[in-house]
């Protein structure tokens, strides 16, 4: 349903209308050397590779581009954690082939008006192609989710169409396409089949995190205390590389911040054993739920236990809230 043209103007006129640029276009300087992975992920990712780099004798030389006029994208999905380099490997992909990297955001394509989302998919892959470049898909299981059979709501039936039109221009689509994700799991099922490679990106071990924490550093310029001790970082906090990067910049501003001569000072063990603990804690807390048994029971007594005035002041506001809906709902039709 197009935008009504009464709601266009008020959101011209404060703001709202939507000048986002759908995409970041980067020109890639990671490389695979940037990256510590497990043995495994890294296979996988050569032999993904090895499908870019023969994909035109396959097509071209061998004919099979005549027998199969659909479908030549070659897409790959980035399953794991946060923070274990799918970003990283992308751009890496990008600066082997010599292309731009295109990065999309759901937050950056999700339009506010009906029927306008569908259209910037379509744009994205329009845009990628003109460029040559390799599309990146981050989070990507916010664009490609299972599609629903309740089409109850306007809402529903936008994120169907926003998932249409995505397998529609996977098929189309003769270049490089890279989704990443930590919720695969969402992934419509229609994607299974379009997906090229599937590469699991896993919690580093013991060995990759040492490596991690050391390439961290400046071979010649980050002092390091002789006191720093990485295997032993290792094999006490389980971490992703994005949380050892993390620990490394808290411990160096730490560091930083102690009072001494600049000439003298260095990042210590206890500096980057802070940080980690830090992160990790972080971590913890950004999963905490509020639905987890005992936080639920403590909103609950909580709100047991309001004043009348509080109740009062939140029903105003689910009426006036309310309120606005039913207006904007009337205008709409």
Excluded at 305 to 314: M, Y
Aim: glycine share 6%; net charge neutral; proline share 4%.
């Amino acid at each position: 349903m197009a935008a009504h043209p009464l709601l266009r103007a008020i959101s011209d006129t404060i703001g709202l209308t939507d000048s986002r640029p759908l995409t970041q276009s980067i020109r890639p300087r990671l490389t695979f050397d940037d990256v510590v992975l497990p043995e495994a992920t890294r296979r996988a990712l050569e032999h993904a590779m090895t499908q870019v780099r023969r994909h035109e004798l396959i097509f071209r030389q061998w004919g099979l581009g005549e027998r199969y006029a659909t479908g030549q994208a070659l897409v790959f999905n980035f399953a794991g954690p946060s923070g274990t380099g799918k970003t990283i490997c992308a751009e890496a992909i990008a600066h082997a082939l010599g292309r731009r990297l295109l990065v999309v955001r759901y937050a950056e394509v999700e339009s506010m008006w009906m029927g306008e989302t569908p259209k910037n998919v379509a744009e994205l892959f329009r845009a990628a192609g003109d460029e040559n470049a390799v599309l990146f898909f981050d989070e990507a299981d916010s664009i490609a989710a299972r599609r629903s059979i309740a089409l109850d709501q306007g809402s529903t039936r936008e994120a169907n169409a926003v998932v249409n039109v995505l397998l529609k221009e996977l098929e189309s689509f003769r270049g490089v396409v890279i989704f990443a994700t930590n919720l695969a799991a969402n992934f419509d099922p229609a994607f299974e089949r379009r997906i090229r490679t599937q590469v699991l990106f896993e919690m580093p071990q013991t060995e990759d995190r040492e490596r991690l924490w050391r390439v961290q550093m400046h071979p010649r310029l980050t002092p390091l205390h002789a006191d720093v001790d990485f295997r032993r970082l290792a094999e006490r906090y389980e971490a992703t590389g994005g949380d050892i990067r993390n620990a490394v910049l808290k411990a160096a501003t730490a560091a930083a911040m102690e009072p001494g001569d600049d000439a003298l000072r260095t990042i210590r063990h206890t500096h980057l054993e802070a940080g980690i603990r830090e992160v990790l804690a972080g971590k913890r807390v950004m999963q905490q739920s509020l639905f987890a048994p005992e936080v639920h029971a403590a909103t609950a007594l909580a709100t047991v236990g309001a004043p009348a005035s509080t109740w009062a002041l939140l029903l105003s506001v689910a009426a006036f809230v309310t309120a606005i809906l039913a207006f904007i709902t009337a205008l709409a039709r």
